[in-house]
């Protein structure tokens, strides 16, 4: 399985920015996390294959939505409202079934896009 993440930059804070992920597989959960310097990786959001079925992180709520794309094998997060705290290397990740929102239950990782936000 690969996965390709692009988006990303550098935006002001209260502003918005878009990632997108691109899966070589169908019918994964897939989801986004998050890695500030000198902090573990954190959930954001996911999406299972029933696009009903979303989680979010307390920390985005609100802010950020998470979406699919079935027919393309794709994956965004519109990030809204965005926060300096939100700076962090985001990383596309995915699994084949759902087993929870830790960095372990994910098993197919894309390389890292980084969003920096400025005070």
């Known amino acids: 399985v690969q996965l390709q993440a692009y988006g990303g930059g550098l935006v002001q804070a209260g502003g918005y920015l878009r990632l997108s992920c691109a899966a070589s597989?169908?019918?994964?959960?897939m989801g986004w996390f998050r890695q500030a310097p000198g902090k573990e990786r954190e959930f954001v959001a996911a999406?299972?294959?029933?696009?009903?079925?979303?989680n979010y992180a307390d920390s985005v709520k609100g802010r950020f939505t998470i979406s699919r794309d079935n027919a393309k094998n794709t994956v965004s997060l519109q990030m809204n409202n965005l926060k300096p705290e939100d700076t962090a290397v985001y990383y596309c990740?995915?699994?084949?079934?759902?087993?929870?929102?830790?960095?372990?239950?994910?098993?197919?990782w894309g390389q890292g896009t980084q969003v920096t936000v400025s005070s």
């Open positions: 990740a995915a699994t084949s079934y759902y087993s929870g929102t830790s960095v372990n239950d994910f098993n197919y």
């Open positions: 597989v169908r019918n994964l959960v």
């Open positions: 999406v299972r294959w029933t696009a009903g079925s979303i």
